[in-house]
């Protein structure tokens, strides 16, 4: 018989554990835009060897599973010397992948930008270092908006792969209550809950900037 008892007691401890999922999802965004918009830069360089660069980068971090990055970073990093704790793996290479799907969005975003607005920015003597942050890439996050909060949404969902190297975030946690208390249907839809309303406060703070800037 379903027991909404069972998850009442145990969704304060599946809330808590949502942290895990926030920082990771967050904190891999923001590096995956940082890093995203060096790959785009090299993609659209003038210089044929950093476009095969970022090439290669793409298509290796969108053609080999998130969760085969996550073993091998977890397991490769001490064996070449650097031992990290596994939050700060999980964050590097889920930041790394998003990276790669990211820099496509600005690259997408940069080419619906007019290309006579770099021109005259050049032509009254900005340096091409300003062009970009000042005038390119502000623009092609707006563009990128909507597809920004889609991947940040992902990597929320994404997160919970990040089990696989002993992170203990929603997942992880309902996957213990749910052997604990022989309960696995409602500690798994409480969860399924969690990830819901997390989706959904992105979704619709992604709205209400997308709104805001285009006022």
């Known amino acids: 018989m379903f027991s909404f008892q069972t998850i009442v007691e145990n969704f304060p401890v599946l809330l808590g554990s949502a942290r895990y999922t926030l920082l990771i999802s967050v904190l891999g965004c923001i590096e995956g835009l940082i890093l995203g ?19 290669l980068y793409v298509s290796f971090f969108r053609g080999v599973p998130l969760l085969i990055q996550l073993l091998a970073a977890y397991y ?14 999980a964050v590097l290479t889920v930041g790394l992948c998003a990276a790669a799907y990211l820099s496509e969005v600005l690259r997408g975003s940069l080419n619906a930008i007019p290309q006579g607005q770099a021109e005259a920015a050049a032509a009254i003597g900005m340096a091409p270092r ?9 623009q ?4 990128g908006l ?9 990597l929320v969902k994404a997160s919970s792969l990040v089990t696989v190297v002993g992170i203990v975030e929603i997942t992880r ?3 213990s209550i749910a052997a604990a208390t022989y309960r696995p249907l409602e500690i798994y839809l409480a969860a399924a809950f969690i990830y819901l309303v997390i989706n959904l406060v992105i979704a619709q703070a992604g709205r ?8």
């Open 130 to 138: 300003d062009v970009w942050i000042r005038i390119l890439l502000p």
């Open 208 to 215: 209400m900037l997308e709104r805001r800037l285009t006022v």
């Open 146 to 154: 909507p597809a920004i909060v889609n991947e940040l949404i992902l």
């Open 76 to 89: 490769l990093l001490p064996v070449i010397g650097i031992n990290v704790p596994a939050l700060a793996a």
């Open 140 to 143: 092609a996050l707006k563009i």
């Open 37 to 55: 918009a060096v790959i785009c830069a090299a993609a659209l360089s003038n210089k044929r060897w950093m476009r095969r660069i970022a090439a």
């Open 173 to 175: 946690m309902s996957q």
